[in-house]
């Protein structure tokens, strides 16, 4: 994305954080270019501390893998290996967990990400 158009997505949404009337919603836009390193920070700092104001029994996802640095529809940088974290945050918020698949349109990168998260939730459900 060329310099200027980024800083006009900076300017519109980055900033934006909509809680919703009752403080139940999150809403976090994610900029393009943006990689793991950048899904870490808003976890820590957002998206944990959010959901520890409800602790949730259930915790319902819609799995969007267009985040692929080979999927051109987002322009995001994560790689099949980060969606593991990925769901590693969501298990740390309740274990009971439902993964909605919805989007991702690079059938490879798409394939090999949702081994991942499925790898992790596996693994963790072994553990119990």
Same mark, same amino acid.
């Given at each position: 994305m060329p310099f200027d158009e980024y800083k006009l997505f900076e300017r519109r949404y980055l900033n934006i954080v909509i809680q919703g009337k009752f403080n139940?919603?999150?809403?976090?836009?994610?900029?393009? @270019?943006?990689?793991?390193?950048?899904?870490?920070?808003?976890?820590?700092? $957002?998206?944990?501390?959010?959901? $520890?104001?409800?602790?949730?029994?259930?915790?319902?996802?819609?799995?969007g893998y267009d985040a692929n640095q080979t999927d051109l529809m987002s322009k995001v940088n994560l790689q099949p290996q980060d969606y593991a974290p990925l769901a590693q945050y969501?298990?740390?918020?309740?274990? $009971?967990?439902?993964? @909605?698949?919805e989007g991702g349109y690079e059938l490879d990168s798409l394939s090999q990400s949702v081994l991942e998260t499925v790898k992790y939730c596996i693994n963790q459900s072994n553990k119990i």
């Open positions: 139940n919603v999150l809403n976090l836009p994610i900029a393009p @270019g943006s990689t793991i390193e950048n899904y870490h920070q808003l976890f820590e700092a $957002k998206v944990l501390p959010f959901f $520890k104001n409800f602790s949730p029994d259930l915790l319902i996802v819609s799995a969501c298990m740390e918020i309740t274990s $009971k967990v439902v993964f @909605g698949l």
